[in-house]
C-alpha cells in the first residue's frame, strides 16, 4: 500500500536539503503508549536491539525504562522494520515518543513504503499521530501518519530547489 509517491516527498527525503536525521514523534505519550510500542515491536517481529550505553540487554517493559534516574544514560531501542530500514527509539521523556531514522535509506518508493508502512502501524497501535520533522526543525512536521486519514500525508508543501 503506497501511502505517499516519492517524487511527492523526495524534497524531505534529501539528506543533503534536510540533514540526514529527521525526528520523528509522537506527541501527547504516556508509560503505556511506550509499552505499546515495544509489544508492538515484539508482535511484529521486528528485529531489535536494546542498550544503555554500550551494554546490549533484554528489552525491558516501559515503566522500568522512563523511571531510571536523571544521571543515567538515556537508553535506546534500534528496530529494523526491514533489514535495511533503522529506527532508532531513544526513552528521553514518557510524554513523547522520539526516535530518528536516517534519510539516506529511505531512498526511493520501496523504502519510502516500508517507512510509511512502520509510522501507519505505530499510529494505529496508539490511535496518536506520528509525525516527521526535519533535522533542527522540531515543531514543522513535513509527513505524519494522520489518524483520521489511517494514512501518511504529507504536512508541508514540497520545498523548490
Known amino acids: 500500500m503506497t501511502d505517499l509517491l516519492w517524487d511527492d516527498v523526495r524534497c524531505f527525503c534529501d539528506p543533503d536539503l534536510v540533514g540526514s536525521l529527521p525526528d520523528v514523534r509522537v506527541p501527547d505519550a504516556s508509560v503505556e503508549d511506550w509499552q505499546d510500542v515495544l509489544d508492538l515491536v515484539a508482535e511484529q517481529g521486528w528485529q531489535c536491539q536494546y542498550s544503555e550505553g554500550d551494554t546490549v540487554l533484554p528489552v525491558p517493559r516501559a515503566g522500568a525504562v522512563l523511571s531510571r534516574s536523571a544521571e543515567a544514560e538515556c537508553p535506546n531501542l534500534r528496530v529494523w522494520p526491514t533489514a535495511d530500514v533503522l529506527a532508532i527509539f531513544r ?35 496508539l490511535a496518536k499521530p506520528v509525525l516527521m520533522d526535519p533535522e533542527g526543525g522540531y515543531g514543522h512536521p513535513v509527513l505524519g501518519f494522520d489518524v483520521e486519514a489511517d494514512r501518511v500525508v504529507l504536512l508541508a508543501e514540497p520545498l523548490v530547489r
Open 91 to 125: 526513552f528521553y521523556a514518557q510524554d513523547e515518543i522520539d526516535f530518528d531514522v536516517d534519510l539516506r535509506e529511505l531512498q526511493g518508493q520501496v523504502r519510502l513504503d516500508v517507512f510509511c508502512g512502520f509510522l501507519r502501524e505505530i499510529g494505529r497501535r
